[in-house]
């Protein structure tokens, strides 16, 4: 707090100066005809505008008028106006010269509307440009009180917050379901400011110096030359640059997992990856690492599911998570800490916490609940809300701090820059989205897109003609905090730990703790993008570096690109795996999950209603699969066999072996094993959901389709008399997400 001697002061040697002034401003100054100024010792409101200086409604510091909603702004009465508010007769027709004649220069609102459209897009995000969000709550347990002095962690407390997931290479219009890593950015609108935990699907970056972050965003963006790849890392400036900074090595391999390609945002766990540091009311501190841990379970595509879904819906990611919310099916994570204690050396069971290329098994550290997110809202406008909002590492609430990670050290720089040019300008807080739910008193002024309306005259301090305001807050006020961490002394050097210097052992670590399903899909996503390198030195390069990693990993990625198995160049680190980095084996809530159904002219109709029912009971979303649209009986159909999928659903079920339609191509296999030919769509969905290891159900006519497909009998395919038996013992396979003992190595 600002000593009340020096306001005092300011405000004597101020009256001082203007005794002998026309027109004395200062309240109390000899000649001026007002009391003098009381001494400000306690905080206020900012100073209201003076009577002669109106707005033209009353607007909060941050430009919205009370208790009106931010879309109020923007369409306010029956008619079309120009953006002054001018009504609008024709918005049809621009301002000729006669029917036939010139457009006039004079058409102000056919230059208005053009111009406005000119300028629709702006620049999109450097990297993590494709996403979509949706608006929440969360929920804290209290279970965090005792290490952090943030409010929203108090028991009870619940938080608006808004997130958004992204892919991080593609541009706007890119696919969802590409081989990458995910972002998951959270704001939570706490009443202390602002939080922003800006975090990934995978919890280790390839990077340990953000100084490197052009290189590698450089290397996995499109070649400069022709913009080729779009949204892959399956190219060769890709694999060039992990080649040869072996530290990326381990997000690598997650990117090469099946965490590079997620079922939903619903079904990924987020990481905050690098070390926070937590400070509670008495100044103690920890070390914490954030993890988001969903209800759903961490379930992922396959990879011929990704590619077939990139062509047949981009949008399969941003549709499923505004379909689940609309469908009442809201989102859920848990918010999870690995607590650490705050010692000098920052270590934890000899693992470096700065270290943003490592993680701790949560075997070593158990990740402790702390609060619960529900995604509950999808956003009004996309533009207004997933496109304009900005998050940045440095909003922080007090009692959470940063680290020394040299990695979290630059972001803090750059979230805040980047802004700058893909908001035009520095008033980017003042969008929206952006507002925090904290009331604002800043003294930042002007700049490009002021929306705010600022009263008084000292946007400075320490002021006088303001009354002192705004006051800085004191200990016990809520202000942030920065933790007094030692620095030490040390020479000014370009240079990392040698801890840093370990790029192996973990990813090992990770291999090792696949069950054979998953090293069997990272051995193929090696393959296939290595496979699709020109350059031979670079794919010789990597299976080098995969030699490093584990033996078996590299020997079977040679043999597929037809390389030469090379010897490892470092002894093999002897690591424990960690079984919680595997996503086979535990059993999920299915609620949410897509069931196809298929059907025909000649299906067991009440039957299918009651597995509809049974469906929405169990929250499932069952779609009606029909050689035609419209209706079939009572029921409506969701989808044709021209514009169904397999990749669209999780389960099938088939009520039906509809025929081919007149004049159809008739498919190889149909009649082979059934004399009755079928649809070879509908063979299609079933054989296409059999490859992707998927619970398969039939009864009735439906069970000839499984035999004409060859699937019957097998591991996850149900036959059952009735439909409701079918589809209960369909659901009970979700809960695994697939049916694993398909896969050759299972
Ligand atoms: Fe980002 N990152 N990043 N990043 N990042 C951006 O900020 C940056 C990193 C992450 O949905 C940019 O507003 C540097 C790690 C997400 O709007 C930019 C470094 C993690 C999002 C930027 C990193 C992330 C971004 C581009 C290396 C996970 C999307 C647009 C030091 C913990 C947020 C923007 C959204 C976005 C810089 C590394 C997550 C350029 C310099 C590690 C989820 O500022």
């Keep these: 707090r600002k000593p009340v001697e020096a306001v005092k002061e300011a405000v004597q040697h101020a009256a001082a100066k203007l005794t002998d002034a026309a027109t004395p401003?200062?309240?109390?100054?000899?000649?001026?005809?007002?009391?003098?100024?009381?001494?400000?010792?306690?905080?206020?409101?900012?100073?209201?505008?003076?009577?002669?200086?109106?707005?033209?409604?009353?607007?909060?510091?941050?430009?919205?008028?009370?208790?009106?909603?931010?879309?109020?702004?923007?369409?306010?009465g029956a008619y079309l106006t120009t953006a002054q508010g001018a009504r609008l007769r024709d918005t049809d027709h621009s301002l000729k010269a006669g029917a036939r004649g010139p457009i006039l220069l004079q058409d102000h609102h056919f230059r208005e509307k053009i111009t406005h459209f000119d300028h629709e897009r702006i620049p999109e995000r450097v990297v993590h440009a494709r996403g979509a969000g949706a608006h929440g709550v969360f929920t804290a347990y209290g279970t965090a009180e005792a290490i952090t002095r943030a409010g929203f962690l108090k028991k009870g407390r619940e938080t608006p917050v808004f997130v958004r997931f992204s892919t991080v290479l593609g541009s706007r219009g890119s696919a969802d379901t590409v081989r990458d890593t995910r972002g998951f950015a959270t704001k939570f609108y706490t009443d202390e400011g602002t939080f922003d935990l800006v975090g990934n699907n995978i919890p280790v970056f390839f990077i340990q110096d953000a100084i490197k972050f052009p290189d590698v965003i450089h290397a996995a963006k499109p070649h400069p030359d022709r913009e080729i790849p779009q949204a892959q890392?399956?190219?060769?400036?890709?694999?060039?640059?992990?080649?040869?900074?072996?530290?990326?090595?381990?997000?690598?391999?997650?990117?090469?997992?099946?965490?590079?390609?997620?079922?939903?945002?619903?079904?990924?766990?987020?990481?905050?990856?690098?070390?926070?540091?937590?400070?509670?009311?008495?100044?103690?501190?920890?070390?914490?690492?954030?993890?988001?841990?969903?209800?759903?379970?961490?379930?992922?595509?396959?990879?011929?599911?990704?590619?077939?879904?990139?062509g047949v819906d981009p949008d399969f990611h941003r549709r499923d998570l505004y379909d689940a919310i609309e469908a009442g099916a809201y989102p859920e994570w848990e918010l999870g800490l690995q607590v650490f204690p705050d010692t000098p050396e920052e270590t934890f069971a000899g693992i470096d916490l700065l270290d943003?290329?490592?993680?701790?098994?949560?075997?070593?550290?158990?990740?402790?609940?702390?609060?619960?997110?529900?995604?509950?809202?999808?956003?009004?406008?996309?533009?207004?809300?997933?496109?304009?909002?900005?998050?940045?590492?440095?909003?922080?609430?007090?009692?959470?701090?940063?680290?020394?990670?040299?990695?979290?050290?630059?972001?803090?720089?750059?979230?805040?820059?980047?802004?700058?040019?893909?908001?035009?300008?520095?008033?980017?807080?003042?969008?929206?989205?952006?507002?925090?739910?904290?009331?604002?008193?800043?003294?930042l002024r002007d700049g490009f897109h002021q929306h705010a309306v600022h009263a008084g005259v000292a946007p400075y301090r320490p002021n006088s003609l303001d009354g002192g305001n705004p006051f800085e807050a004191g200990d016990d006020e809520n202000?942030?905090?920065?933790?007094?961490?030692?620095?030490?002394?040390?020479?000014?050097?370009?240079?990392?730990?040698?801890?840093?210097?370990?790029?192996?052992?973990?990813?090992?670590?990770?291999?090792?703790?696949?069950?054979?399903?998953?090293?069997?899909?990272?051995?193929?996503?090696?393959?296939?993008?290595?496979?699709?390198?020109?350059?031979?030195?670079i794919k010789e390069r990597q299976v080098q570096c995969l030699a490093d990693i584990d033996p078996v990993l590299c020997e079977r990625v040679a043999t597929g690109l037809g390389l030469p198995v090379p010897k490892p160049t470092t002894p093999l680190a002897e690591v424990v795996p960690s079984p919680a980095l595997s996503q086979v084996g535990a059993q999920w809530p299915a609620e949410g999950r897509i069931v196809g159904i298929v059907v025909g002219p000649d299906a067991d109709l009440p039957g299918v209603t009651a597995v509809r029912e049974a469906a929405f009971g169990a929250g499932l979303v069952p779609?009606?699969?029909?050689?035609?649209?419209?209706?079939?009986?009572?029921?409506?159909?969701?989808?044709?066999?021209?514009?169904?999928?397999?990749?669209?659903?999780?389960?099938?079920?088939?009520?039906?072996?509809?025929?081919?339609?007149?004049?159809?191509?008739?498919?190889?296999?149909?009649?082979?094993?059934?004399?009755?030919?079928?649809?070879?769509?509908?063979?299609?969905?079933?054989?296409?959901?059999?490859?992707?290891?998927?619970a398969i159900g039939a009864w009735g006519d439906g069970t000839a389709v499984l035999r004409a497909a060859g699937i019957a009998g097998t591991p996850g395919v149900i036959s059952a008399y009735a439909g409701p038996d079918t589809f209960a013992a369909v659901q009970e396979l979700l809960a695994t997400h697939r049916v694993w003992q398909r896969f050759a190595s299972v």
């Design 233 to 310: 890392s399956a190219h060769d400036t890709f694999w060039d640059f992990v080649s040869l900074h072996t530290e990326a090595q381990h997000h690598t391999m997650w990117n090469m997992s099946d965490r590079g390609i997620p079922r939903s945002y619903r079904t990924m766990e987020g990481f905050g990856v690098h070390t926070f540091r937590l400070v509670n009311d008495a100044g103690a501190t920890v070390l914490v690492k954030f993890h988001w841990k969903p209800r759903l379970g961490v379930h992922s595509l396959l990879w011929e599911e990704a590619q077939l879904i990139s």
């Design 356 to 443: 943003p290329t490592k993680i701790v098994p949560e075997e070593l550290a158990e990740v402790q609940r702390v609060g619960k997110l529900v995604l509950n809202r999808t956003p009004s406008n996309f533009f207004a809300e997933s496109e304009q909002v900005a998050f940045h590492l440095g909003n922080l609430p007090p009692g959470i701090d940063v680290t020394n990670d040299p990695l979290l050290q630059g972001r803090l720089f750059s979230y805040l820059d980047t802004q700058l040019t893909r908001l035009a300008g520095p008033n980017f807080p003042q969008i929206p989205i952006n507002r925090p739910h904290a009331g604002v008193n800043d003294m």
């Design 623 to 694: 779609l009606v699969i029909a050689p035609h649209g419209g209706q079939l009986g009572d029921l409506t159909v969701q989808r044709t066999f021209d514009t169904a999928r397999s990749v669209e659903f999780d389960a099938l079920l088939l009520a039906a072996a509809p025929a081919p339609a007149p004049g159809a191509v008739r498919d190889a296999k149909a009649g082979t094993a059934d004399p009755a030919p079928i649809d070879p769509r509908v063979l299609r969905l079933a054989e296409e959901a059999w490859r992707h290891a998927k």
């Design 25 to 76: 401003r200062v309240p109390g100054a000899p000649g001026s005809g007002t009391p003098a100024l009381a001494e400000p010792t306690e905080p206020a409101e900012p100073l209201p505008p003076k009577p002669e200086q109106g707005t033209p409604e009353p607007r909060t510091p941050t430009g919205a008028v009370p208790g009106c909603p931010a879309a109020a702004f923007a369409q306010q």
């Design 479 to 537: 202000a942030f905090v920065d933790v007094p961490v030692r620095v030490a002394e040390a020479p000014k050097i370009r240079a990392n730990p040698v801890s840093f210097a370990d790029h192996f052992s973990q990813t090992r670590l990770f291999w090792q703790s696949m069950t054979p399903v998953e090293q069997e899909h990272i051995v193929h996503a090696y393959t296939f993008e290595l496979g699709k390198c020109y350059e031979q030195a």
